[in-house]
């Protein structure tokens, strides 16, 4: 090879190797900064606050331009009640930072000046994280609230709108459609009031974090179709309409918010005749409290308007308006979530017969079988319904348990298979009736 070759050779390798020593550089740096995440990680868990931070300053020595990890350094000071260098490493992560950290890194230099008792300082530097959008929650709470003696919340980022919902289809029979008594069925001209069932369903949720609250909207929409002539009448579509609003509320065992679902049943949708709906409005004031990370109650007070629709013939004897009462206490029990609570609900509607008080008793099991990792939800419901103002005295006492085993796969596909039985007991004999169904469905998410 003559030296001119081998010139344009080296020239080549020198050129190539030029060209790629930024990004080998940067690809290094990375490295480097995630092998000491995973020391400082380990040193962290086991307490050992000195050794994350000799660690993290010998980093910072060869790499004083990572932002992270002077964070990382603020936050092991944080942790060794060395306030005044951490005050120090917080602001080297906001020298260093990119201009969409800073919030983060100014929020955390807030507290420690806070912890300091540099009220001045403080309200300066939370003034500044409210700036960014990620950080405006947490910042405008901490000034709202600020005094001296109180702990400053835990930095709260903003998280991005979200998108979710689904689709699904369910096939199954149901063994008494029209709800009828024994009594009632043996009087009727075709008594086959079973049926088979076909339903189809979607829903989509939307959740959005603002400044200082939190909204979101859910809708989902159903169909369910009878086929046998008798059932026909009761093929329905039915429609929910959910807005829910919250305010931020940080490391509070108490949270609250408010409810609002707009719900519409169209009945009769296939078969002749005329059709009718209900519809119902529910304002509700729902709260949690926490007693700790496996324990919480929570609470509902709904305000309910309902619309009846019926066939011109009929009277509107069920529309007027209930008020109610919902406790539910859930506990985390062996790694199983135990559900147990309490429903109240008075109605008053223009007809006599429908005036009427509720109490139930709603129980529920959810538990993970090792049988292909499905999940099991026994659920057991007790309302007892009671008539004041009925010609009859009318008193219904309705028992439901139900069973549902569910099977998620990571695609977002699922299936799903649910059983039900419902006893119905009343001192009017024609309101006496029992009903099993059981469906089998899949579902899409995404």
Known sequence: MNLSGLQNKLLVVFLIGGLFQPLSLRAAEETNREIVDTFVNYYVSQKQYDLAEARLKKHLEDDPKDSERWNSLGLVLMSLKRFTAATEAYAKAVETSPEKD???????????????????????????????????????????????????????????????????????????????????????????????????????????????????????????????????????????????????????????????????????????GPVFYTWNDTLTYEGVYAFSGDSKIRFEIPVRFQRFNPPADADNEQTGIALGFKANQNNMIWGELFTGGLEFERAWAQGTNFKSYMVALPLSWIKGLPLWQLTSILGFRTAGTFYTESNTGRRDIVLNPTLVLGKGFKNKLGLNLSYGFTRSYSNVSTASYEKHTLMIGVDYGF
């Not at 003034?127 to 000034?143: D, G, K, M, Q, V």
């Not at 609230?145 to 689904?166: C, F, Q, T, V």
């Not at 807005?243 to 108490?254: D, G, I, M, S």
């Open 102 to 272: 800073k919030g983060v890194f100014l929020y955390n230099q807030a507290v420690a000046a806070h912890k300091l008792k540099n009220a001045n300082e403080a309200v300066a530097l939370l003034t500044e994280s409210e700036r960014y959008n990620n950080t405006f929650a947490s910042a405008r709470y901490a000034l709202n609230h600020y005094r001296a003696d109180m702990e400053l919340p835990a930095l709260r980022i903003r998280n991005k709108p979200k998108w979710s919902g689904g689709i699904g289809s369910q096939m199954g029979y149901d063994t008494n459609v029209l709800l009828v008594s024994a009594e009632t069925l043996s009087a009727l001209i075709s008594s086959n009031t079973s049926s088979p069932n076909f339903k189809v369903s979607s829903h989509g949720e939307y959740h959005h974090e603002y400044y200082a609250h939190t909204v979101d909207v859910m809708a989902d929409a159903a169909y369910s179709f009878y086929t046998v002539d008798a059932a026909l009448p009761y093929n329905s579509l039915n429609g929910n309409l959910n807005f829910k609003w919250a305010p931020f509320q940080p490391e509070r065992p108490l949270t609250w918010g408010l409810k609002n679902t707009t719900s519409i049943s169209y009945m009769n949708t296939y078969s002749s």
